[in-house]
């Protein structure tokens, strides 16, 4: 297997891997909590809490679904069109979590109620009281640390310093 191969796949299996953790976990959240109710993990810190959640960060835009539905589709076919390009393991694994946790919002978006492309994602980590998120946004963030210390660092997808 060719180096830029062996990372299109790290990309890949990495983006499959939050996926299924994503969906595993709300499929979890939605057998095992009830909306409205609290568990607390870490005291008022850290929670389980249900909600289904219309629009995106902190529940902004809930009339614009459907928005949110293609600029995650547009995230998802854009890096899978810029993987060919990415020649370095920390490229690969920061758009893998990217393009995994899009991907796992997306599938809320198309599959879940109240209908295709305008399904409601599923959240249930609260922390704080200040958001309640799900796996999905954990790797988005994740990736989206890892980009800026990679545009810091200089190196492009190619592994080029610049």
Known sequence: MRPAQGHAVLLAGIALIVVVIDQVTKVLAI???????????????????????????????????????????????????????????????????LV????????????????????HVVD????????VGNVADIAIVGAMVLMVFGVIRGIGLDGVRR
Do not use: C, H
Not at 61 to 88: D, M, N, P, Y
Not at 100 to 119: E, I, K, Q, S, T
């Open 124 to 131: 249930f980590i609260d922390y704080a009281g200040r958001f």
């Open 31 to 97: 057998s095992q909590l009830d909306t409205g109710s609290v568990v607390s993990l870490l005291g008022p810190w850290l929670q389980l809490r249900l909600v289904r959640n219309p629009g995106a960060a902190f529940s902004m835009g809930e009339s614009l679904t459907w928005a949110f539905t293609i600029l995650a589709a547009l995230v998802v076919v854009g890096v899978i069109l810029a993987a060919k390009r990415v020649k370095t393991t920390s490229w690969a694994f920061t758009l893998g979590l």
């Open 100 to 119: 995994g946790g899009a991907a796992g919002n997306l599938a809320d978006r198309l599959f879940r109620d109240p209908g295709f492309g305008r399904g």
